[in-house]
């Protein structure tokens, strides 16, 4: 389904902050923002809630020491039990720094290829931006013109001039 | 603004009446104690190292911080500087212990009493080995002179912070400068002594036995106490309505700190033990063998509450975040590694101690028999630690109320007041 967004571009992330926030005091539903980095305090002011990604982080740390321990113990004590310098088949301090390094190594590209698909991106995989600027030196909020077929887009184009947007463009994606 | 921290009779009474619980505790300890008086000197080794070593680490963070362009801490920054004030009092009382090599009033290390030690039996001729090292003139002249080092670069560090308050903007932070110049050098001076000092005054307890990764453990141990200390001390000035500058941003900053470190001192203390039991050497093996046979409630409850707790609860963003969740890690924690202490103290002094009374009979066989004191710590010894931790809450807060609270002055106190993390 395609979708038609009226966005604008500000050349300042102050500008935009408070951009946002007005949006937020005249009830004008954003679409989403886009910065070319992380924009401190802007979560707060577009109201989104904290990030799951992380309980998804825990749960692939959790399975990576579950893998490395219980696979480690089927190894050294059913299936291939092998004494190492008189150590017992069961040797958990032996088990640990793999049991650490598998912990990470699950968390940090399960929760990268779970950022990934949240997303939307991928290898191979072409996204369609607003705007390419957008990834360099402008910052961007974005509205769906589907949710102000009644008020019209004349009072969102007065917001972009009221807070100080240097462009104003439509765009169908 | 609520600048000038006031040291109140309240609070006075509460510092003299732990001083009391303590002073208590050591009389009845001392008079109920066996002929070494080991149990006594044992709890006033431990504590003493334990207090003493967070003051250092105080102003090793603190340097650390200033060196490497910091400016979260500004705020509460002269919490760290009550801290790092305590190490005169603890020069002093390391130097009750030194004095007693001298005068023989305890018997806390096998090495200084060499008339006991028998050339012919190798576990003695180890100990009369180490004895270029490990004798009351590296002890004392180590002590006095390092400690006496720290303490010298901390009036310094204090006196131009405090300095900076009192003058008018100077557009060359020239005493800023000063001050990166002392912090610069007590990184590196402070990095080598404190292993020095780590290795005789707890290591050596056990002084047949040593260890690479001693002092870094200790050491680790020592900043996770005090960076524990930090957070309770921050949270109760905020409580009384001082540091409002301080919020949940630097709060959630000091959960960090502490989740880290706790981890750091997981690895240290891991990799310590993992060499050991890989490598199977009998003398290095039985620091171990000792805890593990007749300590196993400290051995294990080490790493439940030094690493598995503050693991488990501060992983969260809230839990840092709010005080409740991080004053009940801390508290916690901080008991933590007075026990991780213990652990590292009392079973070398024991057994030297029964070494010392029964010189003639063998090494015991098997776990030793239950003692309180030394295999849980007993209400004297808790007592003991209420008395030091006193006399340190004392030192810590009559530092504080000698400055403002508020850094006016410094360069990153801008940074630090609109922090975000």
Request: no cysteine; net charge negative; proline share 4%.
């Given at each position: 389904m395609s979708k038609e967004v009226l966005y604008g571009l500000y050349n300042d992330e102050e500008d935009l902050l408070h951009a946002v926030h007005a949006a937020h005091d005249a009830h004008l539903d954003i679409m989403d923002v886009y910065t070319p980095f992380p924009v401190h305090g802007l979560d707060d002011a577009m109201g989104l809630d904290e990030s799951r990604l992380h309980i998804g982080g825990f749960i692939f740390g959790a399975l990576g020491l579950l893998t490395a321990f219980l696979g480690m113990t089927w190894i050294f004590t059913a299936d291939w039990p092998v004494i190492y310098g008189g150590k017992p088949y069961w040797s958990v301090p032996a088990f640990i720094p793999i049991t650490f390094e598998l912990t990470v190594l699950f968390a940090g590209i399960g929760m990268t290829v779970t950022f990934y698909i949240i997303c939307g991106m991928g290898p191979g995989v072409i996204n369609k931006t607003l705007d390419d600027r957008i990834t360099d030196d402008k910052f961007c909020i974005a509205f769906d013109t589907h949710d102000f077929e009644e008020t019209g887009l004349d009072k969102i184009k007065e917001f972009f001039s009221s807070t100080g947007a240097s462009e104003v463009n439509i765009k169908t994606l | 603004m609520n600048r000038e921290f006031v040291f109140t009779g309240r609070e006075r009474t509460f510092c003299f009446v732990l001083m009391g619980i303590g002073v208590l505790s050591m009389v009845l300890c001392f008079f109920g104690d066996d002929e070494l008086q080991t149990r006594f000197w044992s709890n006033f080794l431990h504590n003493s190292v334990f207090f003493t070593g967070i003051a250092f680490m105080a102003l090793f963070l603190y340097s650390a911080f200033i060196t490497g362009w910091s400016g979260w801490h500004i705020v509460f920054k002269r919490v760290w500087e009550g801290i790092y004030l305590f190490l005169p009092v603890g020069l002093i009382l390391m130097l009750i212990i030194a004095a007693g090599l001298w005068l023989?009033?305890?018997?806390?290390?096998?090495?200084?009493d060499t008339s006991a030690l028998n050339p012919d039996k190798l576990h003695d001729q180890i100990i009369l080995g180490k004895t270029g090292f490990l004798n009351k003139f590296w002890f004392t002249g180590g002590t006095i002179l390092f400690v006496g080092i720290w303490y010298f670069i901390a009036t310094r560090l204090r006196g131009l912070s405090v300095a900076e308050d009192n003058e008018?903007?100077?557009?060359?932070?020239s005493k800023h400068r000063k001050m990166r110049i002392w912090a610069a050098a007590i990184l590196p001076i402070g990095g080598f002594t404190s292993a020095f000092l780590i290795w005789q005054w707890v290591m050596s307890v056990d002084s047949a036995w040593y260890s690479t990764m001693f002092a870094w453990y200790a050491a680790a141990s020592w900043l996770v106490s005090m960076l524990c200390l930090t957070a309770i001390f921050t949270a109760y000035l905020k409580g009384r309505g001082?540091?409002?500058?301080?919020s949940h941003e630097h709060l959630h900053d000091m959960g960090k700190y502490i989740f880290a470190f706790s981890i750091f001192w997981t690895y240290l203390w891991f990799s310590q033990f993992m060499l050991i039991w890989y490598a199977n050497v009998g003398e290095e093996t039985i620091y171990f063998r000792e805890r593990m046979d007749s300590y196993p409630i400290l051995f294990w409850a080490n790493l439940a509450v030094n690493f598995a707790l503050p693991f488990l609860v501060l992983m969260r963003n809230s839990t840092k975040r709010k005080y409740g969740s991080l004053l009940f890690i801390a508290s916690v924690v901080f008991i933590g590694h007075w026990m991780d202490f213990f652990l590292m103290i009392k079973p070398g002094v024991r057994k030297t101690a029964e070494h010392l009374t029964?010189?003639?009979?063998?090494?015991?066989?098997g776990a030793a028999s239950f003692m309180s004191g030394f295999t849980i710590p007993g209400f004297i010894d808790i007592g003991t630690m209420l008395g030091f931790l006193g006399l340190f809450i004392f030192v810590v807060f009559s530092n504080m109320s000698r400055a403002s609270l508020y850094p006016a002055n410094d360069p990153y106190l801008a940074e630090s007041i609109h922090h975000h993390v």
């Open positions: - | 023989d009033f305890h018997h806390l290390y096998e090495w200084n008018e903007r100077d557009p060359n932070f001082y540091l409002e500058q301080v029964h010189a003639a009979g063998d090494a015991h066989h």
